[in-house]
Nanobody, 117 residues
Framework: QVQVVESGGGLVQPGGSLTLSCSAS????????MGWYRQAPGQQRELVAA??????TTYADSVKGRFTISRAKVGTRDLQMSSLKSEDTAVYFC????????????WGQGTQVTVSS
């Protein structure tokens, strides 16, 4: 069973920074995409940022210029968040798309990010 391990959430003041980290609990073959979604109370889950295995990145318009997704090594994704706003408050979920004959999406349990003074 693969687990998606997330870390780095917490409480931060507006204008501050946080870095979220994501990795798989064991080696996964055929990773094609990894990224982060978030879900605020009463809102739908939305894509925040993603990076494919060949390095192509995607960002939500609301975080462009403030968030950066990076890859320290295969099977990991970090999300550097800066200039945080109260509207960034949400539970952030990491996902991993992987598979050899078929692609499976694995989800993390989520990590809370709260931006408040």
């Amino acid at each position: 069973q693969v687990q998606v391990v997330e870390s780095g959430g917490g409480l931060v003041q507006p204008g501050g920074s946080l870095t979220l980290s994501c990795s798989a609990s064991r080696n996964l073959y055929g990773i094609t995409d990894m990224g982060w979604y978030r879900q605020a109370p009463g809102q739908q889950r939305e894509l925040v940022a993603a990076m494919t295995s060949n390095g192509k990145t995607t960002y939500a318009d609301s975080v462009k210029g403030r968030f950066t997704i990076s890859r320290a090594k295969v099977g990991t994704r970090d999300l550097q968040m800066s200039s945080l706003k109260s509207e960034d408050t949400a539970v952030y979920f990491c996902y991993i798309d992987a598979g050899v004959t078929a692609t499976i999406r694995y989800w993390g349990q989520g990590t809370q990010v709260t931006v408040s003074s």
